[in-house]
């Protein structure tokens, strides 16, 4: 874990608004499961052309609506300054309301009507100007909007002036939403793109869109921002930029039987754009040799038809094309093109896809993964060692289907669960047979004696009352990394008072401390002779890693400093955890964050093929080392503040085992194999061939030894080859093999047929012969049914 690495219950922070009140049934987010067209639109081009429409002549007064159609709109402003919406077929779908400033002096002024006009833009289009009026007390703010629609689209533009003291940050504008058939629903909007200096595609924000759902069409409110939390029934948060005579906030609305990616590409402008998606929630199948539909579709945000070319391929973990193709039609302005796409299911494992539109020089493309996983009948129950940091708090696409995720891939408890809080409550993962924990921050370190006590009364309440079986008394706590900074007061100040409190209530909770980032055994020593060690009843770490292989274990000694340093490696700040409990006294072990960052394009961090290799050799060094639970962190690409939006650059961002569009990882089937291996494993020892760079951990089960084998001839520095002059590091694609070395291992064999499981539980049957199998390994762990219990021993 690098330096950057946040307590997962800080959302980003954002300005206070004091229209906070949300719309009953507004979703936090859409399932989208695509992207839109890479390309930069229209929103300064915009704003000039609006900036230069003619005015209605001066003095001219309006007696009647004004009214102005492109195909598949129409808006009608009357004379209360409201803009009726219709569609193609003339029927009402939308009123535009009012407008409303902040001001840090006037504070919020709503518009209280309006006079509109018809002008026309520079490039003869008509288009509607309506100045609004607004009470005394807006102290001079003024405002006014310009409206003009091209096909399926309208483009909406408030200019605030007369104040400078203006907060454009919370501006909003009124709409009412004619007899909908669905709540609205909140979709952050994507583009894939392929970067010039080579590696991976990665996906960046291209705006929002609040949906309105009819039962025959949408419509959609698109924006370059937006604050979900502060949008409600009457007002939708459409912040305003700063310009030399005030501010302006854009919006566009598309109408159209079309999905939000479109809808975002059309109300930008772009010229193309690409949204895929399936019909099973996570692109999860349940066997092989089914047909995997992958739906696409293509969206024309240009003004004229265009010709289209649509490519599509479909890659399993090897790099094999399972399915591939193109086909050609024609995109109206304003619309779409949807077509579907069939790969058989493979027995198991990830299919990786990309649908490509092209038309002239324009490109655009999106992809995802397809995955099959059967479900599983686990059997460890409350002794698993398998869990889930963070809340899984992206309850998309439904609450059953997210508990049903969590089964199959073997999740059994979840690390912060409490009423009111982000995620699952307690009372759901019960009923789920989930186990819960909780985590709670905040503490206030040197402060009053009121202020500890309220935060401890507080915090120790809310355990209790979450039924949590441990209580992590804050979250990585340990800043500067091996400074001994912070254990005393945190011993003082949140600690001993939750311990004291839960005694003084005979609360079954247990106690975690605050879960350190690496292993730093500096704090954790002062953390005892502070009287901490007493107090808790497991010793809690999240060993972070950099581009170094998890049996990567440098003595403690040698560990250098820094966001690049090796103190960030696994196995050996887990054998100094379990060296410090030797010496202070028995606790329970626990990784409450582990990780397998996907950063795309960046040498710190896993390639997507690494990040599933690791993750199973992670699991089974936790496993090997005793560790009593890892809360993998976390479920899903996406940070708490931000639902959904694209950040490439934020190494926060990519810590989940599925992708921002819910598709799975490569990871997330390690996770599932090493569950399922492990589920009801011991371990026996590690392995000892006679060629040392060859390691291997042998683990007993119900069904017969299970050997874990890998080869470290490759070293064990991932993405060793990076440039040294900045983070960037072309990564491969995740179907290309890292490890050039491959070495064969004779092995004994309990009887003729040996079964070989990979990264991403991937099965093959191999024939032994005179009771001795050949095993070809590398720098990918490999798991091994069916050898003895001594199978590195030589004939």
């Known amino acids: 874990?690098?330096?950057?690495?946040h307590s997962p219950e800080s959302p980003d922070a954002t300005p206070d608004h004091p229209i906070h009140t949300p719309r009953p049934g507004l979703h936090r987010r859409g399932f989208l499961t695509g992207a839109v067209a890479t390309g930069v639109a229209g929103v300064a081009g915009a704003a000039g052309i609006a900036g230069a429409a003619t005015p209605a002549p001066a003095g001219a007064t309006t007696t009647a609506p004004v009214t102005i159609s492109a195909p598949g709109i129409s808006l009608t402003a009357g004379l209360d300054g409201q803009i009726s919406v219709r569609d193609g077929a003339g029927t009402e779908r939308i009123r535009l309301t009012r407008f409303m400033t902040k001001d840090s002096v006037a504070g919020l002024q709503?518009?209280?009507?309006?006079?509109?006009?018809?002008?026309?833009?520079?490039?003869?289009?008509?288009?509607?100007?309506?100045?609004?009026?607004?009470?005394?007390?807006?102290?001079?703010?003024?405002?006014?909007?310009?409206?003009?629609?091209?096909?399926?689209?309208?483009?909406?533009?408030?200019?605030?002036?007369?104040?400078?003291?203006?907060?454009?940050?919370g501006f909003m504008f009124?709409?009412?939403?004619?007899?909908?058939?669905?709540?609205?629903?909140?979709?952050?909007?994507?583009?894939?793109?392929?970067?010039?200096?080579?590696?991976?595609?990665?996906?960046?924000?291209?705006?929002?869109?609040?949906?309105?759902?009819?039962?025959?069409?949408?419509?959609?409110?698109?924006?370059?921002?937006?604050?979900?939390?502060?949008?409600?029934?009457?007002?939708?948060?459409?912040?305003?930029?700063?310009?030399?005579?005030?501010?302006v906030t854009e919006a566009d609305l598309v109408l159209g039987a079309m999905r939000p990616a479109a809808a975002g590409t059309t109300g930008s402008g772009r010229p193309l754009g690409v949204e895929v998606w399936t019909d099973r929630p996570f692109s999860i199948w349940d066997q092989g040799g089914v047909p995997m539909p992958l739906h696409a579709e293509v969206a024309n945000g240009g003004t004229t038809a265009r010709p289209v070319q649509l490519s599509w391929w479909a890659r399993d973990f090897d790099g094999a094309v399972l399915g591939s193709g193109t086909v050609s039609g024609t995109v109206a302005a304003g619309a779409t093109w949807?077509?579907?796409?069939?790969?058989?299911?493979?027995?198991?494992?990830?299919?990786?896809?990309?649908?490509?539109?092209?038309?002239?020089?324009?490109?655009?493309?999106?992809?995802?993964?397809?995955?099959?996983?059967?479900?599983?009948?686990?059997?460890?129950?409350?002794?698993?060692?398998?869990?889930?940091?963070?809340?899984?708090?992206?309850?998309?696409?439904?609450?059953?289907?997210?508990?049903?995720?969590?089964?199959?891939?073997?999740?059994?408890?979840?690390?912060?669960?409490y009423d009111g809080g982000p995620g699952?409550?307690?009372?759901?993962?019960?009923?789920?047979?989930?186990?819960?924990?909780?985590?709670?921050?905040?503490?206030?370190?040197?402060?009053?004696?009121?202020?500890?006590?309220?935060?401890?009364?507080?915090?120790?309440?809310?355990?209790?009352?979450?039924?949590?079986?441990?209580?992590?008394?804050?979250?990585?706590?340990?800043?500067?990394?091996?400074?001994?900074?912070?254990?005393?007061?945190?011993?003082?100040?949140?600690?001993?008072?939750?311990?004291d409190r839960l005694t003084a209530a005979g609360a079954p909770t247990k106690v975690l401390n605050a879960g350190l980032a690496g292993m730093d055994y500096v704090w954790t020593e002062n953390f005892r002779n502070a009287g901490g060690w007493d107090l808790i009843d497991g010793f809690a770490f999240h060993p972070g890693r950099g581009n170094f292989t998890p049996d990567y274990a440098p003595a403690p000694a040698d560990w250098t400093m820094g966001d690049n340093g090796t103190y960030w490696n696994f196995l050996g700040g887990l054998r100094k955890a379990r060296e410090v409990i030797a010496a202070y006294g028995p606790k329970e072990l626990w990784l409450t964050e582990a990780y397998a960052c996907t950063k795309p394009n960046s040498w710190w961090h896993d390639t997507?093929?690494?990040?599933?290799?690791?993750?199973?050799?992670?699991?089974?060094?936790?496993?090997?080392?005793?560790?009593?639970?890892?809360?993998?962190?976390?479920?899903?690409?996406?940070?708490?503040?931000k639902p959904q939006w694209a950040d490439p650059a934020n190494s926060e961002y990519h810590y989940g085992l599925m992708h921002r569009d819910l598709g799975a990882k490569p990871s997330m089937l390690a996770y599932a194999t090493a569950a399922r291996v492990l589920?009801?494993?011991?371990?026996?020892?590690?392995?000892?061939?006679?060629?040392?760079?060859?390691?291997?951990?042998?683990?007993?089960?119900?069904?017969?030894?299970?050997?874990?084998?890998?080869?470290?001839?490759?070293?064990?520095?991932?993405?060793?080859?990076?440039?040294?002059?900045?983070?960037?590091?072309?990564?491969?694609?995740?179907?290309?093999?890292?490890?050039?070395?491959?070495?064969?291992?004779?092995?004994?064999?309990?009887?003729?047929?040996?079964?070989?499981v990979d990264c991403i539980g991937r099965e093959r049957t191999l024939t032994a012969t005179g009771g001795r199998v050949g095993v070809r390994l590398d720098g990918a762990p490999r798991i091994y049914h069916g050898l003895t219990s001594t199978p590195e021993a030589t004939a």
């Open 608 to 641: 997507y093929r690494h990040a599933a290799e690791n993750v199973l050799l992670t699991l089974a060094l936790a496993k090997a080392e005793g560790v009593r639970c890892v809360n993998w962190y976390q479920l899903h690409d996406s940070v708490l503040g």
């Open 424 to 499: 699952l409550p307690p009372a759901t993962l019960d009923a789920a047979g989930l186990a819960h924990n909780i985590e709670l921050a905040g503490i206030p370190l040197g402060g009053t004696t009121a202020q500890i006590a309220t935060w401890a009364d507080t915090n120790t309440a809310k355990a209790i009352g979450a039924n949590a079986d441990w209580f992590e008394v804050a979250n990585e706590i340990n800043k500067p990394w091996m400074s001994g900074q912070t254990a005393a007061a945190y011993v003082r100040d949140g600690l001993h008072p939750v311990r």
């Open 1 to 5: 874990m690098s330096a950057d690495q």
């Open 679 to 756: 589920d009801r494993a011991t371990f026996v020892r590690w392995l000892t061939p006679a060629d040392p760079d060859l390691k291997g951990l042998l683990f007993d089960s119900p069904d017969g030894p299970i050997s874990i084998l890998w080869s470290r001839k490759d070293g064990y520095i991932l993405n060793a080859a990076h440039p040294t002059d900045s983070g960037w590091f072309a990564a491969p694609e995740p179907w290309v093999d890292p490890w050039p070395t491959k070495t064969t291992l004779s092995v004994q064999a309990a009887g003729t047929t040996v079964r070989e």
């Open 174 to 247: 009124g709409r009412t939403v004619l007899a909908p058939t669905a709540p609205e629903n909140f979709v952050a909007l994507t583009a894939w793109n392929r970067d010039a200096g080579g590696g991976i595609p990665y996906e960046t924000n291209t705006g929002v869109v609040y949906q309105e759902t009819w039962a025959d069409t949408n419509a959609y409110f698109r924006l370059a921002g937006t604050t979900p939390a502060w949008t409600n029934a009457t007002w939708i948060h459409a912040p305003g930029t700063v310009t030399p005579t005030g501010a």
């Open 338 to 417: 949807t077509r579907t796409f069939t790969v058989t299911a493979p027995a198991h494992g990830i299919v990786f896809t990309e649908v490509c539109a092209t038309s002239g020089p324009d490109e655009a493309f999106a992809r995802t993964n397809l995955t099959v996983l059967p479900p599983f009948d686990y059997q460890a129950g409350a002794d698993s060692m398998f869990g889930i940091a963070n809340y899984p708090w992206l309850l998309q696409p439904s609450t059953p289907a997210v508990l049903d995720l969590m089964h199959r891939i073997g999740i059994k408890r979840v690390r912060i669960s």
């Open 110 to 169: 709503p518009t209280t009507g309006g006079t509109p006009s018809r002008i026309t833009l520079p490039d003869g289009r008509a288009a509607i100007r309506v100045d609004y009026t607004l009470a005394a007390a807006a102290n001079g703010i003024t405002v006014r909007a310009v409206l003009d629609v091209t096909p399926n689209r309208a483009h909406l533009r408030w200019e605030v002036g007369g104040s400078t003291t203006l907060v454009p940050a």
